[in-house]
């Protein structure tokens, strides 16, 4: 019992082990999972901040580039508003080389400022900028011409980019109207702005290798395009998702789309300028502006996946040594059951006989010293019946040992049935030797029980050739006595060995009775054999 009571640790720690593992599971999967939160939302903030940050940048520089167009076209509207004063007041023809010579430094000191002219109301060239005489051409078919022709207002003119007849270089013209005293049409005035002013100015601005700067008039016609392309000169943005997109949101906003020239994503700014129907588009390539950002993000969740894997790691081994601990816990409680089983087997083998499973000579003296003594405390009577196989040297030599093995098992178990009471001892106290202990019973109880024994063996007819009697028989010595302080065990047994001795001689196969102390009649009688 000690035994299996030490195994109750084992089984308590298994029971609070088990929470434990899924408390550890758990708080690893949770950290796991906090992890990957956490890095998730890292990045998510991290390409957010960089794209607001793009935003910022190129909402300042299309800002920046919208008022540097306003303003040159300002100035040079300003110089052109300042010509058609003089010219309406005093007449062309009035001036002469003295504007002429006005138009020529105002061009030398504007350095955005490609030309000056002045047509007159059929758009022959009246006067012009250019320091060398050229041919006389006829401006009639231009746009600006036709427009100030069929418009009366007189504010200044934005038309779309054109080559410029005289120096053959792409312009941004800016007209005004001229008109007679009487308000009829005079003729067109016109200042023209050299695109590689612009582009100048564009060039001077980092934005990547496919960052784009756009200046487009309202109807789409490109004024300069950062990168530069000669062949885009002229050409109509109108139906680029960018010019669309502008004409949807309005004087100010931002959008992600992919321009037709290399289908590149880009952020977009673009914004009105504040005078003039023309309009900047800044924009910056998506995939440069996150191009820190994804090294970045590819840095943090390798460091992240390394730890992850690390936590992994580690979870397993514990998860391994838990396992490890839990087989060999079991294998330390199969060993102490093995060994409760085994100490069970040894204390049976220690109190019992091996081959007939009663009570060994150990026990039986044990218990004979033990009767004894309680015999001598309470005044009773112990009796002490030896048996004894008749002739079993002959039944070995007859049938063999593991037959004679099989009888003595065979004669046990008359001994075990016929012992009555639970207090009596039945055990095998030699060879084919065996003794039943009676607690509490006279002479003639003990002679009853040896009796019964020996006819339930004779009644079982277990042949014997070798026994004259055909069959296995026993013989009986029966003694009891009433023990006194100065008696000993030993006295019990050799009287009851006096009378096995006697029932031996006195021709086997029966019970006999110390004889002196069969000192009754009735025990006398009791003598018993077939
Ligand atoms: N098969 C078997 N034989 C045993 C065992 N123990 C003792 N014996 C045999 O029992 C026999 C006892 O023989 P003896 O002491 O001469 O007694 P016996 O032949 O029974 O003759 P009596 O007692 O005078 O009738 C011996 O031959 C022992 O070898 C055992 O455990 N198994």
Avoid at 326 to 349: C, G, I
């Amino acid at each position: 019992m000690k035994a299996e009571k030490q195994l109750s640790p084992v089984t308590e720690l298994d029971g609070k082990k088990r929470p434990l593992i899924a408390i550890a599971a758990s708080f690893l999967f949770v950290v796991c999972i906090s992890l990957v939160a956490v890095q998730g939302w890292s990045i998510y903030s991290a390409r957010e901040t960089q794209l607001a940050q793009s935003a910022a940048s190129t909402a300042n520089m299309a800002r920046a580039l919208a008022d540097h167009a306003d303003s040159t076209i300002e100035l040079v509207d300003t110089i052109l508003a300042g010509v058609v004063e003089s010219v309406e007041h005093d007449g062309i023809t009035h001036y002469g080389e003295r504007l002429h010579l006005h138009l020529i430094d105002h061009v030398s000191r504007t350095p955005s400022l490609q030309g000056m002219y002045i047509y007159d109301a059929k758009g022959n060239w009246a006067l012009h900028s250019l320091r060398d005489p050229v041919p006389v051409f006829n401006n009639a078919d231009r746009e600006y011409f036709i427009y100030h022709k069929t418009h009366k207002d007189k504010l200044a003119h934005v038309g779309a980019p054109v080559r410029s007849r005289s120096t053959d270089t792409w312009v941004l013209p800016v007209s005004r109207r001229l008109e007679n005293k009487d308000g009829s049409f005079a003729g067109v005035a016109l200042a023209t702005i050299q695109l590689s002013f612009f582009r100048t100015f564009y060039d001077s601005f980092d934005i990547g290798n496919y960052g784009t700067i756009t200046l487009s008039t309202d109807t789409g016609a490109l004024v300069m395009r950062r990168p530069f392309q000669q062949e885009q000169m002229g050409r109509s943005i109108a139906t680029e998702p960018l010019f669309k997109q502008w004409r949807e949101r309005g004087t100010l906003g931002s959008a992600a789309v992919p321009v037709d020239m290399d289908a590149a994503e880009r952020m977009y700014t673009y914004r009105n300028l504040r005078r003039y129907p023309l309009f900047v588009a800044v924009g910056l390539s998506t995939d440069e502006t996150l191009a820190n950002w994804w090294a970045n993000a590819y840095l943090s969740t390798a460091w992240v996946v390394i730890l992850l894997l690390i936590l992994c790691w580690m979870g397993l081994r514990l998860f391994r040594q838990v396992t490890l601990r839990d087989e060999l816990e079991e294998q330390l409680r199969n060993a102490q059951l093995a060994l409760v089983t085994k100490n069970r087997s040894l204390k049976l083998l220690a109190r019992n006989d091996g081959l007939t499973g009663i009570a060994n000579r150990r026990l039986f003296d044990a218990r004979l010293d033990a009767e004894f003594n309680r015999a001598t405390r309470d005044g009773t009577s112990l009796a002490l019946v030896l048996l004894d196989v008749d002739f079993f040297k002959k039944y070995n030599d007859h049938y063999g040992h593991p037959a004679g093995d099989a009888c003595l098992q065979f004669i046990g178990q008359c001994i075990r049935t016929g012992r009555r009471r639970a207090g009596n001892l039945a055990a095998r106290v030699g060879g084919e030797e065996f003794a039943i202990l009676l607690p509490n019973t006279d002479l003639y109880g003990a002679i009853v029980v040896a009796e019964a024994v020996r006819r339930s063996i004779v009644t079982a007819g277990r042949e014997h050739a070798a026994n004259p009697a055909g069959i296995v028989t026993i013989s009986c010595g029966v003694h009891a006595l009433v023990p006194s302080r100065d008696m000993d065990s030993k006295q019990l047994v050799e009287a009851a060995d006096k009378a096995l001795y006697l029932a031996k001689s006195t021709g086997r196969n029966r019970v006999c009775p110390d004889a002196p102390a069969a000192s009754s009649r009735r025990e006398r009688a009791s003598v018993l054999g077939d």
